[in-house]
């Protein structure tokens, strides 16, 4: 629809300066204007930019009347103009065609993205299609906002020398073009956007044609700036008798050759856009300037000044050299936090500040959602529920997740972290409680998930269950949740995930196939003994906005190409992305939390015209407020400019727009910053920044809030004495304390006596990881296997065909243990060196050696006599002894992880080998292992560049005093441990640290070893 030409303006227009409460000054002006009668004041209408402005203008009014019975005017928000406001639109509203189904534009998008080929990059899948096709609706919005005609712009629009693939974009876009006009004209639809411009042009060609009757007033109030088709609507207000322009904030004391030329990121370029096209200027505009009764300033009248000279715009900056320029920053504060939850914490703790202070009115206005999120759960530990007028995203809340985690876990094979992540969701039961489900999920990690993942799918499962060992506390009932049977419950599980499994999961299929049995799974898996799955799925306002849009979905893409079910997840996240909902994050789990009537955490757009009496304002970093000025994957900056497109900074010039109301909206106001994000260094907001360098060259700056101060002092004792951890000293009785160990649990003893204090008397065991993937454990075990095979079977000689022989035997144990196939071909090339250097090694022992016989993996014991707690056993089994026909005998031990130092051996931390030679001289082996130990050797096996290393511990008189020493100093430890009073300390010596800390979390070792390092212990 074209604009209607240029009419005379016969409206009045009003600014209200930032520091008169915008709302509440309307209210009193129209009360007045209608002579307080209670029905005159009925009569009009007030279009208002937002929803939110229009509550806040309906609150206003209850304020200004105190409660008394009133006819409240028409308060219609611009952007919600439709069928259902034919006051606005008229008549001409029913000849437009419907707005096309959000939904449904992407996914016939999405269909064209795809059948272009590779006109824009390697596109593989719906998943990857939909957000080129969101991209698309974008720009045909924001083109249709800026009444561009790309029809006729974008052919032309990279003319020159621009890059080749501008040109091939600009092809690619001929599908926003040509191909999309003619699906729209051959499905009787519009573009949303466009449909709603129309809408607006023809409410302004029916005012100028017929305008209202004489004394029915129609204002509009708080623009700041506005596109062609609203300034359509405000021009046509103006042309009214009746008609009243009131505008927030407009700079009246800016020189006129500076407000002709306001760069477009200037807080007032966007007002003086709007006035220039509208053809008003400053001086014939109203100030209405009083505070209305019964209200106070929303702020100091020299901060609206302050914060207007400190954003001058560069061409402007002499400026700041007035001796007369404002400096006064009555009520600002700033609050530097280290990182975004610091931020979140010291903001939650000056919106609760405010609250002690009856009647005030505390908000965090900022556009980062995560730090929203942050402080609403912040301010749940004071037992405060805040209003998140901003709502939360689609994609985070628990439903999405959910269908997500099942996208997950069913194209994952079932592995154990996927199918847990799922089963142990709030909402999922499987048609039982939900307590007992959660029960069942636990019997089924410890049973069947934790170690070895099992092979994919139910079947695999089952398999797994089958070879599991019978776990004496694996089905243990979760008190007051009871488990059901382990099988049973696979079976439910196989039932409820049915309609996905059934699906082929490499295979193409259907997206609405897909949809509908996600939807059927997951309503499945929420379904509870007592209630349905779609009333627990679907229920609340998020189950109900995310249910309408899978509802949607299912509808319309059945245009969409065959996908396979890994897309599924991918095509879910896209579609969902940019989507919000009033969501209540804060109180899930608490059901019957009333929000707090004073504390309120706001976008921008919800903050526009609102006022507090303590405002926040969060989030004042470089790329979230301002936004990063991005102009999008279609188009360069000069090509938007030779298109017609606005430019990325008319973005940044409204951020900063706000970011002055906001600052004008209350009598303190805290600006806030994180000087990390994500763990990355931020840069602070231009304006901050601005402002600090404008006060510091007046001899002034912003005072520090003491937030962080508060916040620092929150967790600390009464006093400030801050007492460490101290380490955990448990003193079993004598009796409950072990009498044997293995030669290997010494080690561990000596290193950390807590984990024998866990694992022997408390009977601790450490649980398999999820997904235990083979590690060194594995590896040596095969090397150990393989080399005990080989020397039973050539115990005394070596063949003459030694070295194929022992790599053969390597192969067959590396086969026999059945390992993933990427593990073994990784692990063969190293064992096959291990074999070489073996066979090397040990021809050269025959060669230069006499005669000798070769045992391995023989089991021993000592027991040792005459201690305070009785008898002590000490266990051990040795991976190898060559007993030499001079009666003497060589005691190896295989590493394939780290070797042990020749002075931790010899200082007795690494005595395993010793232990055992000491276990052979007092005859603990049978026959024929006796004698004296001349060798003590230990082989490290890694198979890598140097295949093997060997250490050689000790030998004659110097390995006859380690024994002695050895078998001495374990004595002396099991006395010492025969005393009550000695405890089992955790991680004692903090040189010495154990090599498996299994217990390190039990014993909250992190919490006191940080103040034993401080203190030089």
Same mark, same amino acid.
């Not at 957000?131 to 698309?136: G, H, I, M, N, Q």
């Not at 006729?152 to 926003?176: C, K, M, N, Y």
């Not at 004071?382 to 939360?392: Q, T």
């Given at each position: ?10 409206g ?40 939110r ?5 309906t ?65 593989q899948?719906?998943?990857q ?12 919005d ?9 029809h ?41 956007v ?10 302004a ?7 209202p ?25 103006l ?6 322009l ?44 009083e ?49 975004q939850?610091?931020e979140?914490?010291a ?19 900022t ?57 142990k ?28 993942a ?56 259907p997206v ?91 976008g ?35 090509m ?75 967790d ?72 005990d ?18 790599? +053969?035997?390597?192969? =067959? %144990?590396? *086969?026999? &243990? /059945? $390992?993933?196939?990427?593990? !073994?071909?990784?692990? @063969? ?22 005669k ?95 295949? +093997?290393?060997v250490? =050689? %511990?000790? *030998?004659? &008189? /110097? $390995?006859?005093?380690?024994? !002695?020493?050895?078998? @001495? ?9 025969d ?6 300390l955790?991680?004692p010596?903090?040189?010495?640290e ?17 103040a ?6």
């Open positions: 629809m074209t604009q209607p030409e240029a009419t005379c303006l016969r009045r227009a009003a600014v209200i300066p930032p520091h008169v409460p915008f709302v509440d000054q309307i209210a009193a002006r129209w009360l007045a204007h209608a002579g307080h009668d209670a029905q005159a004041c009925g009569n009009g209408l007030i279009l208002l930019p937002s929803r402005a229009a509550r806040a203008l609150e206003a009014f209850v304020r200004q009347v105190d409660g008394r019975p009133i006819l409240l005017p028409r308060i219609a928000p611009i952007a919600g103009l439709d069928e259902a406001a034919l006051a606005l639109s008229g008549r001409n509203a029913l000849d437009l065609p419907p707005a096309v189904d959000p939904v449904r534009r992407l996914a016939t998008l999405t269909l064209l993205v795809m059948q272009a080929g590779r006109a824009f990059g390697d596109v899948g719906v998943d299609a939909w957000p080129l096709a969101r991209a698309l609706a974008e720009l045909m924001e083109a249709e906002w800026a009444e561009c005609d790309l006729d712009r974008l052919p032309h629009a990279a003319e020159g020398d621009f890059a080749q693939h501008w040109h091939l974009t600009v092809q690619f876009l001929s599908i926003i073009t040509q191909v999309w006009p003619a699906w729209l004209a051959e499905q009787g639809v519009m573009n949303p466009a449909r709603q411009t129309a809408l607006l042009h023809a409410q060609a029916r005012w100028l044609e017929t305008p009757p004489a004394g029915y007033p129609i204002w509009a109030a708080g623009f700041s700036d506005a596109v062609p088709s609203t300034i359509a609507m405000l021009r046509a207000v042309s009214l008798p009746d008609g009243l009131v505008l927030p904030g407009v700079d009246m004391d800016c020189a006129d050759n500076v407000w002709c030329n306001l760069p477009p990121d200037h807080p007032q370029a966007g007002t003086a856009h709007m006035l220039a096209e509208l053809g008003l200027e400053r001086s014939c505009m109203e100030r209405w300037g505070v209305p009764k019964g209200c106070v300033a929303s702020s100091p009248i020299a901060r609206a000044s302050l914060l207007a000279r400190a954003l001058l715009p560069a061409h402007a900056l002499a400026g700041w050299r007035d001796p007369e320029a404002p400096v006064m920053a009555d009520g600002l504060s700033v609050l530097r936090s280290t990182d939850q610091e979140a914490a903001i939650a703790m000056v919106l609760r500040q405010v609250l002690e202070q009856p009647g005030r009115r505390a908000a965090l206005v556009p980062d959602r995560a730090l929203a999120g942050r402080v609403a759960t912040e301010l749940v530990r004071w037992g405060v529920i805040a209003d998140d007028s901003a709502g939360e995203s689609l994609l985070t809340i628990p439903q999405t997740a959910f269908l997500r985690l099942i996208i997950q876990a069913v194209d994952g094979g079932l592995s154990p972290v996927a199918l847990l992540s799922v089963i969701h709030p909402l999922a039961a499987c048609g039982l409680a939900p307590g007992n489900c959660r029960a069942s999920a636990r019997q089924l990690e410890r049973l069947v998930l934790r170690g070895p099992p092979p994919p799918g139910i079947a695999g499962l089952r398999g797994a269950l089958a070879r599991a060992a019978k776990d004496p506390h694996g089905a243990l009932a979760d008190a007051p949740d009871a488990p059901e049977e382990i099988t049973a419950f696979i079976n439910r599980l196989e039932t409820a995930l049915g309609p996905l499994l059934a699906l082929p999961r490499a295979s193409l299929v609405s196939t897909l949809l509908a049995a996600l939807i059927e799974t997951a309503q499945a898996l929420a379904a509870t003994d007592t209630t349905d799955g779609a009333e627990r799925l679907w229920a609340g306002e998020e189950g109900n906005a995310l249910g309408q849009h899978m509802s949607a979905m299912l509808a319309w893409c059945d245009v969409l190409p065959e996908a396979r079910l890994g897309a599924l997840d991918g095509l879910l996240a896209s579609s969902l992305a940019g989507m919000t909902v009033q969501g209540r994050r804060a109180v899930r789990g608490r059901e019957g939390t009333a929000v707090h009537p004073r504390v309120f955490i706001w921008l757009l919800e903050a526009r015209l609102q006022t507090a009496d303590t405002i926040v304002l969060g989030g004042l970093v470089e790329t979230v407020w301002p936004p990063a000025t991005d102009p999008g994957p279609w188009m360069s900056r000069p938007r400019t030779r298109v017609g497109l606005p430019s990325p900074e008319w973005a940044i010039g409204q951020a900063a727009h706000d970011f002055v109301a906001c600052a004008c909206a209350a009598p303190r106001v805290v600006l806030s910053m994180a000087a990390r994000r994500q763990g990355a260094p931020t840069v602070p907001a231009r304006w901050l920044v601005r402002l600090n360098a404008y006060l510091a060259g007046h001899d002034h700056a912003l005072p520090t809030h003491p937030a962080l101060r508060w916040l620092d002092s929150l600390r004792p009464p006093g400030g004495l801050v007492q460490p951890a101290s380490p955990p000293r448990p003193c079993p009785a004598v009796s409950l304390r072990p009498r044997s160990l293995s030669v290997t649990e010494i080690e561990t003893w000596m290193r950390d006596p807590y984990a024998i204090y866990a694992r022997r008397i408390l009977r601790l065991n450490r649980l398999p990881d999820l997904e235990e993937l083979a590690d060194a454990a594995d590896y040596g075990q095969i090397v150990h296997a393989a080399l095979r080989w020397f039973r079977a050539h115990p005394t000689g070596w063949p003459a065909d030694g070295e194929a022989r022992m790599q +053969a035997i390597f192969a =067959d %144990v590396l *086969r026999a &243990a /059945e $390992l993933r196939p990427a593990l !073994a071909a990784w692990w @063969a090339p190293r064992l096959e060196r291990i074999a070489t250097w073996c066979a090397a090694t040990e021809q050269a022992r025959c060669m230069a050696g006499g000798r016989t070769v045992l391995t993996e023989l089991g021993g014991r000592m027991q040792l006599e005459d201690l305070p707690g009785g008898p002590f056993t000490l266990r051990g089994r040795a991976d190898r002894i060559d007993r030499h026909d001079d009666g003497t005998l060589s005691l190896f031990d295989y590493k394939t992880g780290t070797l042990p130092t020749r002075r931790s051996v010899l200082e007795g931390w690494q005595s395993q080998l010793v232990l055992e030679a000491a276990m052979i001289e007092s005859g603990g082996f049978p026959p024929p292992v006796a004698g004296t130990v001349a060798e003590l050797v230990y082989w490290r096996l890694t198979g890598g560049h140097v295949p +093997a290393l250490l =050689d %511990v000790a *030998r004659g &008189a /110097e $390995l006859t005093e380690l024994i !002695a020493s050895c078998r @001495a100093g374990l004595r002396a430890l099991v006395a010492g441990y005393n009550p009073g000695q405890p089992y955790s991680h010596y903090p040189g010495e154990p090599r498996f800390a299994d217990y390190a979390h039990l014993a909250r070792v992190a919490e006191w070893s940080a034993r390092e401080e203190n030089g212990g």
